[in-house]
């Protein structure tokens, strides 16, 4: 079966084909220029989306040596994200699909992430503890299969790559944050400052924002403003700081890994591309004898692959959706589509 994925729920556009489990072709055209915005601005993102929608997708066509016509399932992310960014992609899809008279899935972006690890070669095996950190999201998820989503946490205020792009600004280092912090972090102390983990009522739940205000009260009491850190220290509060992040995500996933019997472990989402985390979580897994799987950089971040492996799943499993689908911008009701 040929699946065409689309994304474009925020400052990625992404167009992929797979067939049966291969992956044909993942292109990925990042929005950079968001970064002299300090952040996604949302009407420049929906307009950069429709310009390179079509090329890409005819792109990733030519790529898997395929045209329109081979196609047999069509899937687009419908949500959640930022809701003129959904309308291209999916309006886009939509169109397709009728004009083809294909099947089409309306896709949950953060299930997206949840299955992304099922695109690498050595596949997860359910139940499966999943771990997901990106931008708008923070969740731990015990997955019994591809229809059935535990959620055990999630954040209460903060999502982790959220936390990491605003340290990265109050550092002046830029967005994202997450690599840029990540970077610093390489050459700095991670022991200079112990910033605070936070427990919490709900054991599986998070939360960052406390973290975040005690770097900013930290910086505010020590520098009479940013210009003043000094590279040495400013490395050193991105490592404590990214620390504390690890620590926080590594206590909740070990506490469920002693109440969930799993077979394996899956880290996805954005954040998942952090090396110390990822390296954490691979000592934990070990620990445990788990089989621990966490995608390669390309589909960590947003990418079509990941949309159009769970369109598929859905299609296997007897969904179809209407073209009348709509996007919706929070998770909100369609959370999660299992059945
Ligand atoms: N190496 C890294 N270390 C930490 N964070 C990172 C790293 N690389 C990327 N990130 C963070 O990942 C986030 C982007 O992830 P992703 O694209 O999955 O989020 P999103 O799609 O905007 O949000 P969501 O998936 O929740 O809708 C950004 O906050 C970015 O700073
Ligand atoms: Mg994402």
Same mark, same amino acid.
């Given at each position: 079966? =040929?699946?065409?994925?689309?994304?474009?729920?925020?400052?990625?556009?992404?167009?992929? =084909?797979?067939?049966?489990?291969?992956?044909?072709?993942?292109?990925?055209?990042?929005?950079?220029?968001?970064?002299?915005?300090?952040?996604?601005?949302?009407?420049?993102?929906?307009?950069?989306?429709?310009?390179?929608?079509?090329?890409?997708?005819?792109?990733?066509?030519?790529?898997?040596?395929?045209?329109?016509?081979?196609?047999?399932?069509?899937?687009?992310?419908?949500?959640?994200?930022?809701?003129?960014?959904?309308?291209?992609?999916?309006?886009?899809?939509?169109?397709?699909?009728?004009?083809?008279?294909?099947?089409?899935?309306?896709?949950?972006?953060?299930?997206?992430?949840?299955?992304?690890?099922?695109?690498?070669?050595?596949?997860?095996?359910?139940?499966?503890?999943?771990?997901?950190?990106?931008?708008?999201?923070?969740?731990?998820?015990?997955?019994?299969?591809?229809?059935?989503?535990?959620?055990?946490?999630?954040?209460?205020?903060?999502?982790?790559?959220?936390?990491?792009?605003?340290?990265?600004?109050?550092?002046?280092?830029?967005?994202?944050?997450?690599?840029?912090?990540?970077?610093?972090?390489?050459?700095?102390?991670?022991?200079?400052?112990?910033?605070?983990?936070?427990?919490?009522?709900?054991?599986?739940?998070?939360?960052?924002?406390?973290?975040?205000?005690?770097?900013?009260?930290?910086?505010?009491?020590?520098?009479?403003?940013?210009?003043?850190?000094?590279?040495?220290?400013?490395?050193?509060?991105?490592?404590?700081?990214?620390?504390?992040?690890?620590?926080?995500?590594?206590?909740?996933?070990?506490?469920?890994?002693?109440?969930?019997?799993?077979?394996?472990?899956?880290?996805?989402?954005?954040?998942?591309?952090?090396?110390?985390?990822?390296?954490?979580?691979?000592?934990?897994?070990?620990?445990?004898?788990?089989?621990?799987?966490?995608?390669?950089?390309?589909?960590?971040?947003?990418?079509?692959?990941?949309?159009?492996?769970?369109?598929?799943?859905?299609?296997?499993?007897?969904?179809?959706?209407?073209?009348?689908?709509?996007?919706?911008?929070?998770?909100?009701?369609?959370?999660?589509?299992?059945?």
């Amino acid at each position: 079966m =040929i699946v065409l994925g689309i994304e474009s729920s925020c400052d990625e556009t992404s167009a992929a =084909i797979l067939s049966g489990n291969n992956i044909l072709s993942n292109l990925i055209s990042s929005q950079d220029f968001h970064a002299d915005y300090g952040g996604v601005v949302p009407e420049l993102s929906s307009r950069a989306h429709l310009q390179i929608i079509k090329p890409l997708v005819d792109k990733a066509l030519k790529e898997s040596n395929l045209n329109c016509a081979d196609i047999d399932l069509i899937t687009a992310t419908a949500g959640p994200g930022l809701i003129g960014a959904l309308l291209v992609g999916l309006t886009y899809a939509k169109g397709l699909a009728f004009s083809l008279n294909k099947p089409f899935i309306a896709v949950n972006h953060i299930e997206g992430h949840i299955f992304s690890g099922f695109l690498m070669e050595d596949k997860p095996e359910f139940p499966l503890l999943t771990l997901v950190v990106s931008g708008g999201h923070t969740l731990l998820l015990y997955v019994k299969s591809f229809m059935e989503i535990q959620q055990l946490g999630t954040t209460v205020d903060d999502a982790t790559g959220e936390a990491f792009d605003k340290v990265s600004k109050m550092l002046s280092f830029g967005y994202p944050g997450g690599p840029k912090i990540q970077n610093a972090s390489k050459i700095g102390d991670e022991d200079k400052i112990k910033f605070p983990v936070a427990v919490l009522k709900k054991p599986y739940n998070f939360s960052f924002s406390g973290l975040k205000t005690s770097v900013l009260r930290y910086i505010q009491k020590n520098f009479s403003n940013v210009n003043d850190i000094p590279e040495k220290e400013k490395n050193d509060i991105a490592a404590s700081f990214q620390k504390a992040v690890v620590i926080a995500l590594m206590q909740n996933t070990e506490r469920a890994l002693h109440n969930y019997d799993v077979k394996s472990i899956s880290l996805v989402g954005g954040v998942a591309a952090n090396a110390k985390l990822r390296n954490e979580i691979t000592i934990l897994s070990k620990k445990y004898g788990k089989k621990i799987i966490i995608p390669s950089l390309e589909f960590c971040g947003d990418n079509a692959a990941m949309i159009a492996l769970r369109g598929k799943s859905l299609f296997e499993s007897g969904r179809q959706d209407s073209l009348n689908a709509k996007p919706y911008p929070s998770l909100g009701e369609n959370y999660f589509h299992t059945s």
